[in-house]
């Protein structure tokens, strides 16, 4: 089964706040599995709480992998909610065991980025996408002569 295309152009509605989280790991050396794998399986039980309990506060996540990093974007409702779960007991377990096991070896590495996001300060352009990204938070709208550009979109 494949995913809905949506041909033509789409844009989304900029009328809420909402919070990008960015976060992911690289592997340093790849000799060095035992370091970079218990890491790297952390993620899956906490991505799967998030996909299933939407109360949480997490609207949406994008997966992305290169040769040795990961990235996942994730959309929060609130920054409220980005910070309680991080105070988590499946977000905490995870970072202690990280600092416990791995602590300041350089054989893996972590990240994360915040952006707070205000309405009406961001735009989007979708061509012939299925829903992605913030498409997937805030559903498509197809663009019009008044969100034709992105100056128009961010309402300048």
């Not at 370091?35 to 299933?52: D, S």
């Not at 996540?61 to 040769?67: R, V």
Request: hydrophobic residues 40%.
């Amino acid at each position: 089964m494949g995913v809905k295309v949506f041909p033509g152009r789409y844009t989304i509605e900029n009328n809420e706040d909402f919070v990008i989280f960015i976060i992911g790991m690289r592997v340093n050396k790849w000799w060095s599995i035992h370091k970079w794998l218990p890491v790297l399986m952390a993620m899956p039980p906490m991505i799967k709480e998030l996909y299933v309990d939407k109360r949480i506060g997490c609207l949406s996540i994008e997966n992305f992998f290169s040769l040795r990093t990961t990235l996942m974007i994730q959309y929060w409702r609130s920054e409220e909610d980005l910070h309680n779960y991080a105070k988590g007991q499946k977000h905490l377990k995870a970072w202690n065991d990280f600092n416990k096991k791995i602590g300041n070896n350089d054989a893996v590495g972590i990240y994360h980025e915040t952006y707070l996001i205000s309405k009406g300060r961001f735009e989007s352009i979708y061509g012939n996408m299925p829903k992605f990204g913030l498409a997937k938070v805030l559903g498509l709208k197809p663009v019009s002569s008044t969100t034709n550009s992105a100056r128009k979109r961010l309402g300048k």
